[in-house]
Antibody
Framework: EMQLVESGGGLVQPGGSLRLSCEAS????????MNWVRQAPGKGLEWLTYISSSDSSRYYADSVKGRFTVSRDNAKNSLYLQMNSLREEDTALYYC????????WGQGTTVTVSS | QPVLTQPPSASGTPGRRVAISCSGS????????VNWYQHLPGTAPQLLIY???QRSSGVPDRFSGSKSGTSASLAISGLQSDDEAYYYCAAWDDSLNGVIFGGGTQLTVL
C-alpha cells in the first residue's frame, strides 16, 4: 500500500523555525516528484513547493519563497520541508503529496504559529 | 494567491446530476491537464479525476470530468449523500511553475 507519513509539526512562535518530514512507503520514491500542500483553518488547499525526482528542479509558491526550503533523501525515502521565519498565517495542516498530479496524499501534520 | 475559479457551493437532491465548473487561463488549464480532488473534513484529499477526464482507481463512473479551452467541469450523476464533500480542481501553471488550486466547492446533497 502506498503511504506517506508526515511528522514534525507543532507549536512555534512567530519568527521561529520548524522542519517537517515525510516518509514514503509502498512505491519507488526516487521515481516520483513530490510536493508540499497546506490547508489553513477554514481555507482551501494551497500548493507550496515541488521537487523533482532527482532533485534537479525545485519550485516554490510566492507565499513561501525565500522562507521555506524543500529537500529529499532518496536513500531514506524521505521528503523534508525546512520552514524559517514562520508567520501566524503559516498556521495550517501540511500535506506531503506525490507527483505533479498530486495522486497520493499523507494525512498531514499540523503547524501552529502563535505567541 | 492565484486560484482557479470555482463556485463556492453547489447542491442537488439524491439521484440528480450536478456539475462544478473550474475556470482558468492559458497558462494553466489552457496548456495543462486538470485534476479534481474530493476532500472530506478530517481526511486527506483524494484524487478523483486526473488528466481532465480519467477516473482514479476505485472512483465510480458517476463521476466524470471534461475540459474545453481554459475551463473544466466535474459532473456527478446519481447524487448520493456520501458525495457531500469539498471538491477542488487543480492544474499546473507554466508561468508560476507550480500547481494552482481552485478555491473549492462545497457540495451539499439536499
Amino acid at each position: 500500500e502506498m503511504q506517506l507519513v508526515e511528522s514534525g509539526g507543532g507549536l512555534v512562535q512567530p519568527g521561529g523555525s520548524l522542519r517537517l518530514s515525510c516518509e514514503a512507503s509502498g512505491f519507488t520514491f526516487n521515481a516520483y516528484s513530490m510536493n508540499w500542500v497546506r490547508q489553513a483553518p477554514g481555507k482551501g488547499l494551497e500548493w507550496l513547493t515541488y521537487i523533482s525526482s532527482s532533485d534537479s528542479s525545485r519550485y516554490y509558491a510566492d507565499s513561501v519563497k525565500g522562507r521555506f526550503t524543500v529537500s529529499r533523501d532518496n536513500a531514506k525515502n524521505s521528503l523534508y520541508l525546512q520552514m524559517n521565519s514562520l508567520r501566524e498565517e503559516d498556521t495550517a495542516l501540511y500535506y506531503c503529496v506525490r507527483a505533479r498530479s498530486l495522486d497520493v496524499w499523507g494525512q498531514g501534520t499540523t503547524v501552529t504559529v502563535s505567541s | 494567491q492565484p486560484v482557479l475559479t470555482q463556485p463556492p457551493s453547489a447542491s442537488g437532491t439524491p439521484g440528480r446530476r450536478v456539475a462544478i465548473s473550474c475556470s482558468g487561463s492559458s497558462s494553466n488549464i489552457g496548456s495543462n491537464t486538470v485534476n479534481w480532488y474530493q476532500h472530506l473534513p478530517g481526511t486527506a484529499p483524494q484524487l478523483l479525476i486526473y488528466s481532465n477526464n480519467q477516473r482514479s482507481s476505485g472512483v465510480p463512473d458517476r463521476f466524470s470530468g471534461s475540459k474545453s479551452g481554459t475551463s473544466a467541469s466535474l459532473a456527478i450523476s446519481g447524487l448520493q449523500s456520501d458525495d457531500e464533500a469539498y471538491y477542488y480542481c487543480a492544474a499546473w501553471d507554466d508561468s508560476l511553475n507550480g500547481v494552482i488550486f481552485g478555491g473549492g466547492t462545497q457540495l451539499t446533497v439536499l
